[in-house]
């Protein structure tokens, strides 16, 4: 897909598909446009009843009179209305119907109200991203007719004022770097697990580090090493498989810097539950368990390209959590790296035993000013928030403030939930320090989150739990079925931006 600028006029544009936008009850805003095609625009726009609603569409032939070939006028909705995220859901829903169509080239009219309302490089970013994020598609597995047959847009022109070429370039930029970095992170997720092993991980990291040149740093950990840091929890994890655990470390390290912030992604390949194990239903979806990994993954594939006055470190736990002579059993007890000790009552609950011991090795080694993880953790915060929503938790809100903010930008959706005291009862264990399950049923995203600040300290910390986001069981206009890449647009917000 190629994006490029021209601040040519609008009926001087060479494509196949101009791309105007319309607000509301605005439609006398494009009576210029209307007057180059001798009123042909009103006319329709009368006879279809279009008028500017949010997602309308009014496709009509241009008769010759622009040099496109049609165009496609875009309902926006109330201008007061419209903020980036509405600019986004409508250009992806955009680019699909485009799609069903088979068209290839398209020039899409930057608006006046629009760069006036927000940066030109936020506009253009934003619907390159949008353009990008919905033409995704993950065909490896498929034969090749259904390959070629999937049409995806190859020419993207943006039209805007002359003054605006600098900006709208560096949007066009960050949008591509955002868009593929959310990329990377669905592929992985879409991968099954008999690809995306602990060792894929790590390979993936090395690699990332190897294109990097030099600005990014990749360390791997294996079970010898773990065993010295006594990561006894992660290991206990790992133990029912065959696929031996990597703990991973990438790290960015720019030459002046004035904070370190660590971001921790639950890296679970498989999770069948362990001898707790899940019902067929639920364990369809578990190759999706390491989405945090892919999306710590994805932040540093995007780290390549642009420099933050911030040193970022990655650490992933990765491994599989599996049934076997050797497993875990309900019951055991493990010691994590920060001498707490963990009485294992449903293997199920296994990310937060990897996270405790990423995070004892975060505190003692890294000494981070944030400590950031983001993880499919429970079913119970799905079931709380939702497919589209994420937790968000933490020990200090100006981080989970910042946080919000990013999610704000990114579009993807956090809702703060609380730390109360009074349920850290419910993590009390008879023989040892902690249990990995709570007692009783309810409240279960709330009480993981209160079992994971057990391990950080006074190190502020936050903690995203996207079971919900991560894998999308049906299709939106910006995802469609399969990993989301729900975490990695925001996160690379909250490092351009802190
Ligand atoms: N990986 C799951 C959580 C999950 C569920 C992620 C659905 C995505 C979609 C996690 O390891 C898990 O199994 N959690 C248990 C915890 C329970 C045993 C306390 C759960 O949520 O049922
Ligand atoms: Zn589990
Ligand atoms: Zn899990």
Redo the contacts with the bound molecule.
């Keep these: 897909m190629n994006f490029s600028i021209k601040p040519t006029q609008v009926d001087k544009i060479e494509t196949d598909v101009l791309v105007v936008f319309c607000f509301e009850e605005g439609i006398k805003e494009l009576s210029d446009l209307d007057q180059k095609m001798a009123g042909l625009l009103m006319i329709s726009a009368q006879k279809e009843n279009f008028t500017g609603r949010n997602s309308e569409k009014l496709l009509i032939s241009s008769k010759e009179a622009l040099c496109a070939y049609k165009l496609l006028v875009i309902g926006m909705g109330k201008k007061e209305e419209v903020d980036l995220n509405s600019l986004r859901k409508i250009l992806a829903e955009t680019t699909g119907f485009l799609r069903t169509m088979k068209i290839k080239n398209i020039a899409v009219v930057v608006d006046d109200h629009l760069s006036h309302k927000y940066p030109p490089n936020e506009v253009v970013k934003t619907m390159t991203e949008a353009i990008m994020l919905s033409s995704y598609h993950f065909l490896k597995y498929k034969g090749e007719k259904e390959k070629n047959d999937y049409s995806v847009l190859e020419e993207v022109i943006f039209q805007i004022k002359p003054g605006q070429i600098s900006q709208a370039n560096n949007g066009i930029d960050d949008g591509k770097i955002d868009a593929e970095a959310a990329f990377f992170t669905r592929d992985l997720v879409n991968e099954p697990a008999s690809v995306t092993t602990p060792t894929h991980l790590a390979n993936v990291a090395l690699k990332i580090a190897k294109e990097s040149k030099n600005r990014i740093k990749t360390r791997i950990f294996g079970t010898e090493e773990l065993e010295k840091l006594g990561m006894e929890a992660y290991l206990g994890v790992s133990q029912g498989s065959i696929e031996p655990p990597k703990f991973i470390r990438l790290e960015y390290k720019p030459t002046r810097f004035n904070k370190k912030i660590v971001i921790v992604g639950k890296g ?1 390949t498989f ?1 069948t ?1 362990g001898l ?1 194990l ?1 019902s067929s239903e ?1 364990m369809e ?2 190759k ?2 390491m989405s945090g990994a892919a999306v710590v993954l994805g932040v540093f594939q995007a780290l390549k390209y642009f420099d933050i006055p911030y040193q970022v470190v990655g650490l992933i736990p990765a491994c599989e959590n599996m049934p076997s002579g050797k497993a875990l059993h309900p019951g055991d007890i493990l010691r994590a790296a920060n001498g707490k000790t963990i009485e294992v009552l ?1 293997t ?4 937060r035993l990897t996270l405790a011991d990423a995070f004892s090795f975060a505190t003692k080694y890294e000494k981070p000013d944030y400590l950031i993880d983001i993880a ?5 915060c ?1 079931i709380a928030l939702g497919e589209d929503i994420a937790g968000l938790w933490g020990n200090n809100q100006f981080l989970i403030d910042k946080l919000r903010e990013a999610s704000k930008n990114s579009g993807e959706m956090v809702w703060q939930m609380p730390l109360p005291k009074e349920y850290n009862e419910l993590l009390k264990s008879h023989i040892a320090d902690l249990r990995n ?2 007692i009783g049923k309810y409240g ?1 995203a709330i009480t ?1 989150a209160i079992f994971l600040s057990e391990f950080v300290d006074e190190t502020s910390w936050a903690h995203l739990d996207i ?1 919900g986001p ?2 999308a069981e049906k299709p939106s206009p910006l995802i469609p079925v399969g990993g989301s890449g729900f975490g990695v647009r925001m996160l690379l917000r909250f490092l351009k931006d802190l």
Excluded at 376 to 380: E, K
């Design positions: 679970i999770d539950g707790s899940k639920h979806s578990m999706s368990d449903n199920d609950a296994e990310g499919t953790l429970t079913g119970a799905r399950i709570q279960g993981a079971a991560s894998y």
